[in-house]
């Protein structure tokens, strides 16, 4: 059996000690339960100093717990590579900067319909038709340029459509072809993206308005020159695809997927296509998120190959359940639904004002994030064309890229990939580990193991009401701010605040039922060894319900409750084996002994919550577009609240910050006043703010 300091447990001695202290020494000391919770006297220590230096020392440890998780989702999130000069074989954002200087030169290009009474159909600037004239060079370029181990043949369509006197064209397309293709492969990649710019809402669709049109920079030149360069890189590489590859940039693809409706129905390359690379904005900044499509439309075979080549993986679990692939609207979803072709695609969908707007122009894309995207395109390209395993998925006329994938991103530096059967395995390690913890706290519980299981059960009670009132604040302050509702904070990371603050306090007050005689008789050590128990219970039912449901959110719970159980092991192990090695320490090492302890939990415990406030961050700036006006399922503010609210509160509970504060440090309940007091000042000043417009664009700050 654990030594009794080591999980609490009071022994002889102790009781001895405690009984030769003066009565009156006892009462100054202890607080009563109804103080314990409402005011700040929590520790019970004759020593002030002690009292003071250990509630600094654990507010400090607190706020570099949490200031290293916030930064590293802000900085990883807004960080990009250097952009790279051209170089054969790889991606450089100097060379394809140019294709985007010269559709900001040549100004709106989309494709119009038009309807009168004597006729009806599609037609072109002149702008579309100079465009087309860009990228067939560039393609003329790419087969100058290309290795003798493969041949580049350009292919437009036979016939255009007429407009003001001259034709434009649905598309253009090159096929890289493989001089020694191997027999083994029978189909063909398609890298693709459209290069018409659209006419935004409100806007007249005809040529005299295309000066209130944007240049469609962002949607979607970026993808054109992305994956044209993607293209270059590949035909001028030393080591060659195993398989082709057709380059597609389609036209009319905001007109209604016109230019590959043409391509499927008129190319001879058509019926080779086995596979796709595409890339579409919806935002004009940010890391592009991957979208696989679901387990019957190939997300095994895009899931694996995107986690074999991504340099800087980005996948969202929220993305992958809350918003169908379908409707997406995109040339990737018209392949998956209408073609049956599976494939990957990626999108940019951070700073969304510019969208589909006069604003989306040149000024809004970051130096870096191209080279991001390309990087990303040529070496998930690489993967799909040249890895064996991969290519058996799709490339074969027998292949099957089918399956269910589950997928999630640590900040864009590394992803983990599970397949249904290794998903059972981790989850079971999870509940079976913390069943152990349960009945080992049980068999430990001086006062019987029932006791132990009901304490467990009311603190993952208090800990689900503590959520729950959280969300409840998060909406009152919602429909507050909501009759002064435009766009009053010019920053995301305002509202953030406005919802995260009052989140901490509940929190905080939550927390401060672990000083209940109930909880806390047993000491603080004891008390947090509950309250992690308490969570990871909560964590690991939110996990398996989710599962259960077919949510791949249960991924996002599994990895907290995967790094909270590692933290509190890691913490439990430290205290035993030095209290096993030192068994006549002193207070001051065994102090030190337990703050190791505790700070290797946190440690491990807050990777957690880096996974909860990067979840965070994504429905805030993609679900509710920039400066929040729209949202996914609720009305702008209150999609803010839902998803601030939950997961803020989640990403506390997650990190053990609330339990460090609440048993070590006596001015927690000043500290939760303070909050208290900011959060209100929060609301005042959304009301004292004028109502902005949503133009002209800004880039998002502190998000």
Not at 342 to 370: A, F, K, Q
Not at 508 to 517: D, N, Q, S, T
Not at 602 to 621: E, I, K
Request: hydrophobic share 50%; charged share 15%; proline share 4%.
């Amino acid at each position: 059996m654990a030594d009794p300091d080591v999980v609490g447990k009071p022994d002889a001695d102790s009781e001895i000690e405690r009984e030769a202290i003066p009565l009156p020494q006892v009462l100054a000391g202890e607080a009563s339960d109804c103080r314990r919770f409402c005011c700040c006297a929590q520790l019970s220590t004759t020593d002030s100093r002690s009292s003071t230096c250990i509630s600094i020392f654990s507010f400090l440890l607190v706020l570099v717990a949490w200031s290293s998780a916030i930064l590293s989702v802000y900085v990883s999130r807004n960080s990009f590579p250097q952009p790279q000069p051209a170089r054969a074989g790889g991606f450089s954002e100097e060379r394809a900067w140019l294709i985007l200087e010269a559709i900001q030169q040549i100004g709106a290009h989309p494709v119009i319909f038009k309807s009168d009474l004597t006729s009806s159909g599609y037609s072109a600037p002149p702008a579309n038709v100079a465009l087309f004239n860009v990228f067939k060079q560039e393609i003329q370029g790419i087969q100058l340029a290309a290795s003798d181990r493969v041949t580049v043949e350009l292919q437009v369509p036979t016939t255009g459509r007429i407009s003001s006197g001259s034709s434009y064209y649905d598309f253009i397309s090159a096929r890289l072809r493989v001089n020694a293709a191997s027999s083994s492969y029978s189909k063909a990649m398609l890298l693709t993206a459209h290069f018409d710019s659209v006419v935004p809402d409100g806007v007249r669709a005809s040529e005299d308005a295309l000066g209130e049109m944007g240049e469609g920079l962002a949607d979607d030149g970026v993808g054109c020159a992305a994956v044209l360069e993607t293209f270059r890189a590949l035909a001028t590489a030393s080591e060659v695809p195993l398989v082709d590859v057709i380059l597609l940039l389609t036209n009319g693809e905001e007109a209604g997927y016109l230019g590959l409706d043409s391509f499927m129905a008129s190319s001879p390359w058509a019926a080779d296509v086995g596979f796709f690379l595409q890339m579409d904005q919806s935002g004009s900044r940010g890391h592009a998120l991957a979208v696989f499509g679901d387990a019957g439309s190939g997300e095994m075979a895009a899931a694996f190959a995107y986690h074999s080549g991504a340099v800087r993986p980005h996948t969202s679990v929220l993305l992958r359940d809350f918003q169908p692939w379908e409707n997406l609207n995109t040339d990737g979803s018209r392949l998956r639904a209408t073609y049956g072709v599976p494939g990957i695609g990626m999108y940019m969908m951070e700073d969304r004002c510019p969208y589909h707007s006069v604003h989306d122009d040149l000024s809004h894309i970051t130096r870096g994030n191209l080279q991001a995207h390309g990087d990303n395109f040529v070496g998930v390209s690489r993967a799909v064309t040249r890895d064996e395993a991969i290519l058996g998925m799709w490339a074969r006329p027998d292949s099957d890229p089918t399956g269910d994938a589950y997928t999630i991103d640590l900040l864009s530096s590394s992803m983990l990939l599970l397949t249904p059967a290794t998903m059972g395995i981790l989850y079971g390690v999870i509940g079976i580990a913390t069943m152990v913890l349960v009945l080992l706290m049980a068999y430990l519980e001086p006062r019987g193991g029932s006791t132990a299981v009901v304490d467990v059960s009311l603190l993952a009670v208090a800990h689900v009401a503590s959520v729950l009132l959280a969300l409840v604040v998060a909406f009152v302050i919602a429909g507050c701010v909501g009759t002064n509702f435009g766009y009053w904070y010019q920053r995301d990371g305002l509202a953030v605040w406005l919802y995260m603050l009052p989140s901490l306090c509940v929190q905080l007050l939550f927390g401060r039922v672990l000083h209940l005689k109930r909880f806390s008789q047993g000491g603080a050590e004891f008390a947090q060894w509950r309250s992690s128990t308490a969570m990871l219970v909560l964590l690991l039912l939110l996990t398996v319900l989710l599962a259960i449901a077919g949510l791949h959110l249960s991924l996002l719970f599994g990895m907290c409750a995967l790094t909270r159980l590692a933290g509190f092991v890691l913490r439990i192990a430290i205290s035993f084996i030095a209290q096993r090695l030192n068994k006549k320490a002193t207070i001051e090492v065994h102090d030190a002994q337990v703050w190791l302890g505790i700070i290797s939990e946190l440690a491990l415990a807050s990777l957690g919550s880096v996974y909860l406030l990067d979840a965070m961050r994504f429905a805030v700036v993609n679900f509710t577009t920039s400066l929040g006006k729209e949202g996914a399922i609720l009305p702008g503010d209150l999609t803010l609240a839902v998803y601030v609210g939950l997961f803020g509160s989640l990403a506390i509970m997650q990190s053990s910050a609330v339990q460090v504060l609440s048993t070590k440090c006596v001015f927690a309940g000043h500290l939760l006043l303070t909050m208290l007091v900011v959060s209100i000042c929060l609301v005042v000043t959304a009301f004292a703010l004028p109502v902005y417009s949503k133009y002209p664009c800004e880039v998002p700050g502190f998000l």
